[in-house]
């Protein structure tokens, strides 16, 4: 399994962005696909976004338009940006990757209204 680091949560105010960063130990390469959830106090783990290895792109209807995962293959990362950031997305966010079913171990973001 590859080791997954989160980084770039905190406390931002309604309508900020902030720059989430997911960090393998081991080559992510450049056909697998990974992926950014998020859980809330209360409720299940979801999807926020994914990106596959050609670089194709899924996010959910909650966050279209404000935020946009990429990823550095060479540097083995994955990003996640968030602008226009709403009180709903508080959360913590966890990266993952899907080929070897690797988990972070999340990084918390609290959007204050």
């Known amino acids: 399994q590859v080791q997954l680091v989160e980084s770039g949560g905190g406390l931002v105010q309604a309508g900020g962005s902030l720059r989430l960063s997911c960090a393998a130990s081991g080559s992510i390469g450049s056909i697998n696909t990974m992926a950014w959830y998020r859980q809330a106090p209360g409720k299940q783990r979801e999807l926020v976004a994914s990106i596959a290895g050609g670089g194709r792109t899924n996010y959910a209807d909650s966050v279209k338009g404000r935020f946009t995962i990429s990823r550095d293959n060479a540097q083995n990362t994955v990003y996640l940006q968030m602008n226009n950031l709403k009180p709903e997305d508080t959360a913590i966010y966890y990266c993952?990757?899907?080929?070897?079913?690797?988990w972070g171990q999340g990084t918390q973001v609290t959007v204050s209204s």
């Open positions: 993952y990757e899907v080929g070897r079913g690797s």
